[in-house]
């Protein structure tokens, strides 16, 4: 009789605090047992010369969401989720949109019918673009008690942000349902206000999508919503930090003890400004919110990774197509910036890239690799231990990495439904050749496997890590309205 459904064996492990050689034995979808010369497996996976490493937790996934204009989300969450397991990560985190005037309960339900779809395991954010009373009192305690355990706020786009009044109450509900609320942090009216200068001037082609916005307006924001936080007493997570600036207005308000984590994505760690300067409109493929800034604000941010102030980096998979009657080109090749869809695709790329980039170029080591792309993640979004590690007990969410494979990035290796990748060319190192989710091997030697549908909907319970402080700066709680 075996002992396992499964083992892999002779690999090198790596979770966020160890490296260790150990075979890893599975039942029922789970790690039943981390040891050396474990007993026999209905099957086995010689994992000799590769990593085991925990499937990746990408918190940040634009998937199937509907849109208004002539541009379309690329994706489906079979096509999305399949990219993802390609590049090695395991579960991800979509976002549930609320239209304007219109219900919470009525995006998430939809949203829900979206990803019967998906191939790895999901959750939702939840954006808000109308928070209103009976919103905030009447629907958001049924989803968050069912499991949707985050808000997604913008504080600006026309036609999702919100006011900082509207912040403030969302931030207060938050607090009071056990929530934790991620903020896309831009000053609104600065870059309003730029924009109209810059095309007053005749300032519109893609790379001036970097102009309207520099670091300030996101610094100046960042600063803003940690007040907000911290006035509040409320945690909350900046998303998609671009620079050592906005970074260093997270680092104060940490060391002031507010619980603010900050979020980096891929791009920002590999693209600068002048990729939005390419030849024609190609640089609208790298055009996304922030704006990718200086290799300067790139070095900032590793450092901000090294000092545990940026603990989280996402892929912020949003694809447009370029080519086509729905795609980045589709406004026209002499569109003015502010026409271009934003975003990057990124999901496969994201655990090579950061892999390569990081840990192969000595920039981090492998325990923080594990960490910034899976256990932090997990653990601030109420997965852990489930996901985003290896242990007794946890699922068998695993890639098996070869770590001095050369690879070349194209848009076909990312097997989504874009047509480019904006790291096509890239030259890097390692590569994760077989995913596992649940045990079930769901992409072997870059072959999907499984099946639309495979992936399972993770409600998240309430969790300590985003439990309030109980700190306000003054003498009265303003939340609940008490003295303290
Ligand atoms: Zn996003």
Known sequence: ??????????????????????????????????????????????????????????????????????????????????????????????????????????????????????????????????????VLTQELPKLVESGHRTFKIFLTYEGARISDAEALQVLATARRLGALTCIHAENHELIDFYTKALLAAGLDRPKHHAWAKPMIVERECVNRVCAMAEALDVPIQVFHVSGGEAAEEIERAQQRGVKVWGETCTQYL??????????????AKWLCSPAPRSTADQAALWEMIRRGVIQNVTSDHAPTRYAGPDGKSAVGLDAPFTKIPNGVPGLAARLPVLFSEGVVKGRIDLPTFVSIT??????????????????????????????????????SLMQDANDHTPYEGMEITGWPETTLVRGVTVVDQGKVLAPPGFGQFLPRGPYEMIQPRGVFPGPFNPVDGVAV
């Not at 064996?9 to 474990?38: E, K, M, N």
């Not at 590999?270 to 640089?283: H, K, M, S, Y």
């Open 270 to 283: 590999v693209f600068t400004a002048d990729d939005l300067d390419r030849p024609g409109f190609e640089g």
């Open 374 to 411: 899976a256990t932090h993640a997990a653990k601030l979004f109420g997965l852990h231990p489930k996901k985003g590690t290896i242990a007794v007990g946890s699922d068998a969410d695993l890639a098996i990495w070869d770590p001095a494979k050369k690879v070349t990035l194209t848009a």
């Open 1 to 134: 009789m075996p002992d396992f459904d499964l083992v892999i064996r002779h690999g090198t492990i790596a979770t966020a605090s160890d490296v260790f050689a150990a075979d890893i034995g599975i039942i029922g979808g789970q790690v039943a047992a981390l040891g050396r010369d474990l007993g026999p497996g209905v099957k086995e996976i010689d994992a000799t010369g590769r990593l085991v490493l925990p499937g990746g937790v990408d918190t940040h996934t634009h998937i199937e969401e509907p849109r208004g204009g002539p541009t379309v989300n690329a994706d489906t969450f079979a096509s999305g989720t399949a990219s993802a397991a390609v590049g090695g990560t395991t579960t991800i985190i979509g976002f549930a949109r609320q239209a304007r005037g219109g219900s919470m309960a009525q995006g998430v339900a939809e949203h829900h019918e979206r990803a019967r779809t998906a191939r790895i395991d999901y959750s939702f954010h939840m954006i808000l673009t109308d928070p209103r009373p009976e």
